[in-house]
């Protein structure tokens, strides 16, 4: 089956850890997304990749980086210096990264909680 | 600056009614908009989408309407089910957005029997 795989589903972090959130997909996309949602509200966007080796900062990027080595992996590594981070992260793809909107498929998610 | 937003944050309906969730935008430039719905601790589903040069488009179940006059975007579910109980966002993207969306803050909906 074709679609976006997220992992960890739930994953527990310690102050002043690093932790990376694993992000693929099969479906043949060349855009890539990162999603923050907190509880009871919109997705704001953290990272985008509209192809290979390269990326850009979204909305909230302080505090995150990612990589994109492989068209169907988009890793978000969650650093100690993001004050808040915990919230539910949300991975996206789409066909389209060098154009207008189109739609975006996402992934279940990764809820992160820092202890 | 420019955003999407909802008019309300939680919609009642009672189980066989129509809903009608609405989005109004502000960028008038955005050509793309499309609706989503999330339930609970899962990633948003895509419902339907539109682009600007329609003003209504219709799937199953489902209608997206949209007002470029007054940048308004709705949805309308026909019938509506105990699963259609979620929190349903709208989003929009312009020409020139590298794909990126914008997304709104989110009206969930909740079926009454």
């Known amino acids: 089956d074709g679609g976006i795989t997220q992992s960890p589903k739930y994953l527990f972090r310690k102050e002043g850890q690093n932790v990376t959130l694993s992000c693929e997909q099969n479906?043949?996309?060349?855009?890539m997304y990162w999603y923050r949602q907190d509880p009871g509200q919109g997705l704001r966007l953290i990272y985008y990749s509209q192809i290979v080796n390269d990326f850009q900062k979204g909305d909230i990027a302080e505090g995150y980086s990612v990589s994109r080595e492989k068209k169907e992996s988009f890793p978000l590594t969650v650093t100690s210096a993001q004050k808040n981070p915990t919230a539910f992260y949300l991975c996206?793809?789409?066909?389209?990264?060098?154009?207008?909107?189109?739609?975006?498929?996402f992934g279940p998610g990764t809820r992160l909680t820092v202890l | 600056g420019e955003s999407v937003g909802l008019h309300l944050p939680t919609l009642s309906v009672q189980e066989g009614d129509n809903s009608i969730i609405n989005c109004a935008y502000s960028?008038?430039?955005?050509?793309?908009f499309i609706w989503y719905k999330q339930e609970s601790g899962k990633g948003p589903q895509f419902i339907i989408d539109i682009r600007s040069n329609m003003d209504k488009r219709q799937g199953q179940r489902v209608t997206v309407l949209l007002n470029k006059t007054v940048k308004h975007l709705s949805l309308q579910i026909a019938a509506t089910q105990p699963g259609d109980s979620a929190v349903y966002f709208c989003?929009?993207?312009?020409?020139?957005?590298?794909?990126?969306?914008?997304f709104g803050a989110g009206t969930q909906v909740v079926v009454t029997p």
């Open positions: 996206a793809s789409s066909t389209r990264g060098l154009a207008g909107g189109s739609e975006q498929f």
């Open positions: 989003a929009e993207a312009a020409p020139d957005s590298w794909g990126k969306l914008q």
């Open positions: 479906l043949n996309h060349d855009a």
């Open positions: 960028n008038s430039a955005s050509d793309y």
